[in-house]
């Protein structure tokens, strides 16, 4: 299990609140689902294009966040999450690890989602240190990972040292339907 806690400061505020990532089993992962559906509701509400639309009916997210405690179950996937200090999810990322024979090193990161309420605190950048981390206890040396071209999320990840490969136009819709670009990364362990 991965377990770091740290302070983190809000950029608007001066209070600290210290947010706890760590690793869920396949038991706490489907216990989860509840709490992981609310979060990703909140990101594709508030514009996020990762994979849903807008509105997100709750079965929907829920039925996807039953399938990843599945993945976990099998040791296909890694699934990270970051508390708050009252034990409340308030974001997420996972480490795709299931990949075809000749790809034994390698693993996507997928679903980097931060809670609007929990953003501007640190948790994602803690959140890619830690699927880091989780990559080299599962011997993954090159990791892959998809964002919204132009998107906060593109920033962060280069200002982690990821390697931008490329842009597709036109890859993928925004949650209202708009087409967006898609830029790809990678990073070496």
Same mark, same amino acid.
């Given at each position: 299990m991965i377990t770091t806690t740290a302070t983190t400061t809000a950029s608007a505020a001066t209070t600290s609140s210290p947010i706890?990532?760590?690793?869920?089993?396949?038991?706490e992962a489907a216990a989860?689902?509840?709490?992981?559906?609310?979060?990703l509701i909140d990101c594709v509400q508030g514009g996020a294009s990762v994979s849903f639309m807008w509105p997100l009916p709750r079965d929907k997210a829920l039925a996807f966040w039953r399938g990843v405690a599945d993945g976990v179950g099998r040791n296909d996937r890694v699934l990270l999450?970051?508390?708050d200090t009252g034990g409340r999810i308030v974001g997420t990322?996972?480490?795709?690890t299931a990949m075809p024979d000749n790809q034994p090193h390698r693993a996507d990161v997928a679903?980097?989602?931060?809670?609007?309420? $929990?953003r501007r =605190?640190? #948790?994602?950048?803690?959140?890619?240190? *830690?699927?880091?981390?989780a990559a080299r206890t599962e011997s993954k040396t090159v990791l892959v990972l998809d964002t919204v071209t132009g998107g906060?999320?593109?920033?962060?990840?280069?200002? $982690?040292?990821? =390697?931008? #490969?490329?842009?597709v136009p036109?890859? *993928?819709?925004?949650?209202?339907?708009?087409?967006?670009g898609t830029t790809f990364f990678c990073r070496h362990l």
């Open positions: 706890t990532i760590r690793r869920l089993g396949a038991n989860s689902v509840d709490a992981l559906a609310d979060v999450v970051a508390e990322v996972q480490l795709i679903k980097m989602l931060v809670h609007r309420s $929990a =605190q640190g #948790v994602a950048q803690r959140l890619m240190a *830690a699927v880091d981390n906060d999320a593109e920033r962060l990840y280069e200002r $982690a040292g990821w =390697q931008r #490969v490329g842009i036109d890859y *993928a819709l925004m949650p209202d339907g708009a087409m967006c």
